[in-house]
């Protein structure tokens, strides 16, 4: 069994069942880079409060500066026995110091309550700049490609999944533009709300005075490579809240789970248009699969993953939510299942961002059968009432008109455009033929929108 940061009450050991239930190093590794530059930070402060004298800071600096380099190299080997991240840290200490009572300092003042919130937050801060800055800028970027190319194309818009009228495919397209820049906008937030705080302990905070705490934040962060000089440090403000809150993970994994639902309307769209039905749309090759059995298939498996890991991450919310929700102040061991759901869902999430920029790039639109499409008449149903409007017929009186004229032309099977300028005029009076005719034009219907800042 690997040593561990408590004991000395405990006649026992560990049952070995109890050791692997509770073990959270095979996930919480994630956190190792985190929590070393936190045990810098904490070395520091003890110096300066005179816990440590500068030998020993020093010592102990320098083999933190050395494991911190291994893990960004991924040269340190994570003891899959230590009961977590913080532990196995600590482990690794005493065996390149072989000077135990010095390692055992650093825990001076310290606890992995107090630890772990500070690691998982300068995490979620990475990662958030990691999703911000490339991620879902390359997504939007690709995207932006694909408009570029198709910007004058008009398809029919749908709703209830019905025709309803044409619109622009750089409109329909730059919605999912639109969503993940809220997205972005909602990430960064979150982002700049997110306080790194030190100093609370287990619960009740440390012997180390708040100006002690205040004096060492500033500019905390400068010697960090991966980390924002632009990060702020701070001195808990209530340590029974810095311990306990995980609001800041359900918001993240919150704001997740809506971006994997905004990805995962995008691929139901894609999907549809990849139909023999539809047409609209063809996939690369290199993004889809085939079928063991059915040599002519050509699935668009990633769609259907990414609509299908929306489930994922909304169950990842539903789980620290219900984690949470009946949990008495302050920490309880139960937080220990926050991580594997926020790990999962920023892993999933960047992915299919990835994978979707690719994607994107690679769609080719079957530009004559969407035209095809725009032939259907009731396309322009809306803008044949315009046309009554124009003419001074009241609104819902011209609704009520042309809904006659298209259960007609249903129910004939003549369109509307055939059918005789006397004809028209028993539906209205104002019904012109020629004029009609020309309504049957995508770009005059999309033109027509002027409430559209273009």
Known sequence: MAKKLWGGRFDKETDPLVEKFTRSIQFDSKLALYDVIGSIIHVKILAKTSNLTKVEADTLIKALNTIYKEIREGKLAFDVNCEDIHTNIQNELEKRLNDGNLVLKLHMARSRNDQVVFATKLYCKKMIEILCKHDIEEFISSLDSLLAQNKDVIMPGYTHMQHAQPVLLGDYLGTYKLMLLRDKERFIYIADNLKITMGAGALAGTPISYKEYSEAAENVFKEFEELSQAWKLSPTENSLDSVSDRDFIIEIVSALSIVAMHLSRLSED????????????????????????????????????????????????????????????????????????????????????KVLAGLIKTLKFNKPKIEECLKDESLYATDLVYYLVDKKVPFKQAHTIIGELIKYSISSGKKIKDMSGVKLKEFSEFLNKEDIIKLFDPKKSVESKLSIKR
């Open 270 to 353: 894609l999907i549809i248009w990849s139909t023999k039905e539809f047409d609209f749309i063809e996939i690369d090759e290199a993004f889809c699969t085939g079928s063991s059995l059915m040599p002519q298939k050509k699935n668009p498996d990633v769609l259907e993953l990414v609509r299908g890991y929306a489930g994922r991450l909304n169950g990842n919310l539903i789980s620290v939510l219900t984690m949470m929700k009946g949990l008495p102040l302050t920490y309880n061991r139960d937080m220990q299942l926050d991580k594997e759901p926020l790990f999962n869902s920023f892993e999933i999430v960047s992915l299919e961002l």
